[in-house]
């Protein structure tokens, strides 16, 4: 028997969630880890790293297949796509400095829902602006007034 893999997608989905939480677990190794109680700075990076490693695991592993060694079965494998590696981390930097700048929550996120939608190559528009709208009300509703996260909304508020 060989083992084969069966999604290439899926494989390096897999590979990138494990690499992403070992980086997680890297860099806040310095960080007091605190318990579950009494949370430190650590604990919650470190802990969402575990689990990214094993969701990475899971869907990793459930990307390979155990094929006969006689069987001819020809894989076609798919294209890389070069423009969600370049969209999707350019929409965090923006994301990133509009938050920096102190454009406000409510713009940035919106900007950075739009930016996203731009890494697919049939980007449909409406579609877009009401998943970013609700998106972004979602998130204000969680993060600025469920657990009161200080964030300004606009440039303009408070």
Do not use: N
Not at 69 to 82: N, V
């Amino acid at each position: 028997m060989q083992l084969r893999v069966k999604s290439p997608q899926d494989f390096w989905c897999g590979v990138f969630f494990i690499f992403l939480g070992a980086l997680a677990i890297y860099l806040s190794r310095d960080y007091q880890m605190g318990t579950a109680i009494s949370m430190g700075p650590g604990y919650f990076p470190t802990w969402l790293g575990a689990i990214s490693i094993v969701f990475g695991l899971v869907i990793g592993g459930l990307s390979f297949k155990v094929a006969p060694p006689d069987e001819k079965e020809r894989e076609q494998a798919s294209p890389w796509g070069l423009r969600p590696w370049l969209v999707l981390p350019l929409a965090l930097i923006v994301y990133a400095q509009m938050m920096e700048a102190e454009v406000g929550f409510v713009p940035s996120l919106f900007v950075l829902v739009i930016g996203c939608s731009l890494a697919h190559k049939d980007v449909h528009w409406l579609e877009t602006l009401v998943l970013a709208a609700c998106v972004t009300a979602g998130a204000v509703a969680i993060f600025h007034y469920g657990i009161d996260l200080p964030y300004r909304l606009f440039w303009w508020s408070e």
